[in-house]
């Protein structure tokens, strides 16, 4: 299993050419900068665990600077592989245009303090760095960013814990600056800023499994300032301030996310002009706000498949030229009347209810539906059916009516429980990670609290193994 494992990530993150090199820390060089600056295109600095007191730049280099998780896939190594600024300038620089072929793997990244305009923890300025498998905590910047600041360019972030970061101005988990920010598998937690505390951006912005929580008080928690938006498969709760603000923002996208027990003035507010919004198999439950939504200056809102329940707070159209919401197959609690329309235009289609949506444990913050749930089968006929081949259902989580991954009386990774482990589990499992509507917690092989690719190595290993 291990073996397996070991072949599969160092595949995916350690360039495999005849010149490559991989170059060991602290065996072969004291510090990682030493590693990096002897290092050529393709390259690997390799590093052992331990706490590194430097600062690092990559200088252009399309390299791999990875910790000893790259080669074993244990997580553990993360939190003990770390690099630390000691509150001197930015922990990881990114500045000489380095591509996606530059990757930083599987560190703590601590005790940034940005300097002269620079993020935190990792700044980066015109180039396009891979980053995954990191922790970043505890930086600081006078400045914007504090966890990343990002200027140009796309970025492409896997499996990122940003958390207790602290910025003076913009952006205390993450800034960006005209540059387009994919950001997959990661969780952004208590950190700061005047606004933005989670996320400050101007471009566009993609998020996919995505947890955002125990933010305090800012102008908002994130902050849009132009650009798109889209929200999948995210879960945003327990955070005390204004949760949302768009300003000249094109299109807002939440889709099979939970919105749920965060508190303030407004949850969204989405102030002047922009493109359309759209809820669509979204959860709002359990927030205690003024306004659940406020709509200025001509906006479009859209919700579809939506459960919006147990909340204090209403949904308002301004009188700051008219804007327009639509709401359908949705469960709404009181109705139409949680809208106030005085000022605008509300399409109140078909297929709306509003009963209780029944959900399974919402005590324990789980919003998924009963079995009795009015909201099972009951979303648009016509929107694409949920994972297990019925209409899709109202809110975040579908509920599964066909199999339980959980029985113990299959083997272990039999998906579709006809007694054998083999290729048609591996298809199920692949599906299930790809859908919007995310995977039960049953199909998490490796009980690492997330259901992705890491699993599909599991499922093949147990295959191989049988």
């Known amino acids: 299993m291990n073996l ?24 072969t060089y004291p510090t990682i900068q030493g590693g990096i600056d002897v290092a050529f295109d393709g390259d690997t600095v390799l590093v052992d665990q331990g706490t590194y007191l430097e600062n690092i730049n990559f200088n252009g280099k399309n390299i791999t600077v990875g910790s000893m998780f790259l080669t074993t896939q244990d997580t553990s190594y993360i939190s003990q592989t770390i690099i630390d600024a000691d509150s001197s300038g930015s922990v990881v620089t990114f500045m000489g245009g380095e591509n996606q072929d530059s990757k930083l793997v599987g560190f703590t990244i601590t005790n940034g303090n940005g300097e002269d305009g620079r993020g935190g923890g990792i700044n980066i300025y015109n180039a396009s760095p891979y980053l995954s498998f990191l922790t970043i905590r505890n930086n600081y910047t006078e400045s914007n960013g504090a966890g990343i600041k990002s200027y140009g360019n796309n970025q492409y972030f896997h499996d990122l814990n940003i958390e207790n970061n602290i910025s003076e101005g913009q952006g205390g988990a993450i800034y960006s600056y005209n540059s ?12 700061y800023a005047s606004s933005g505390s989670a996320i400050w951006t101007n471009s566009n912005t993609f998020l996919h499994n995505v947890e955002i929580h125990q933010h305090n008080e800012s102008s908002y928690i994130i902050f ?6 889209d929200c999948n498969n995210c879960n945003m709760h327990s955070n005390n301030g204004n949760l949302f603000f768009s300003d000249y923002a094109g299109t807002s996208i939440f889709k099979n996310s939970t919105i749920h027990n965060n508190t303030g003035d407004f949850l969204f507010n989405f102030y002047y002009f922009g493109g359309p919004k759209s809820f669509i198999n979204t959860t709002i439950t359990n927030n205690d706000f003024n306004r659940l939504m406020i709509l200025n200056r001509s906006q479009s809102v859209n919700i579809s498949n939506s459960i919006i329940y147990y909340n204090n707070g209403n949904i308002y159209l301004s009188s700051s030229d ?13 109705g139409s009347d949680l809208i106030d329309d005085s000022f605008g235009t509300l399409n109140w289609l078909n297929g709306n209810i509003d009963i209780d949506p029944m959900f399974f444990n ?21 929107s694409e059916l949920d994972p297990d081949g019925t ?10 009516q066909f ?4 029985d113990n009386d299959y083997p272990e990774g039999d998906f579709n429980m006809d007694y054998i482990v083999n290729v048609l589990d591996v298809v199920i499992l692949t599906s299930c990670i790809l859908s919007d509507s995310g995977c039960d917690v049953c ?17 093949v290993n147990i295959i191989l193994n049988n």
């Open 4 to 27: 397996f494992r070991r072949y599969i990530l160092i595949m995916c993150f350690i360039p495999i050419g005849l010149s490559a090199t991989i170059i060991s820390i602290p065996s």
């Open 180 to 191: 387009t920010v994919y950001l997959y598998n990661s969780k952004l937690n208590s950190n």
């Open 224 to 229: 849009l300032e132009g650009g798109s938006m």
């Open 322 to 334: 008219a804007s327009e919401i639509a709401v359908s197959y949705s469960d709404i609690e009181n």
């Open 362 to 382: 919402p005590d324990s913050s789980d919003y998924s539906l009963s079995e009795n749930s009015p909201c099972i089968d009951a979303g648009d006929p016509t």
């Open 391 to 400: 209409i899709s259902d109202m809110g975040a989580i579908y509920f599964n």
């Open 403 to 406: 199999f339980n991954p959980c």
């Open 443 to 459: 199909f998490d092989l490796n009980n690492d609290q997330e259901v992705d690719v890491i699993d599909i190595v599991s499922l």
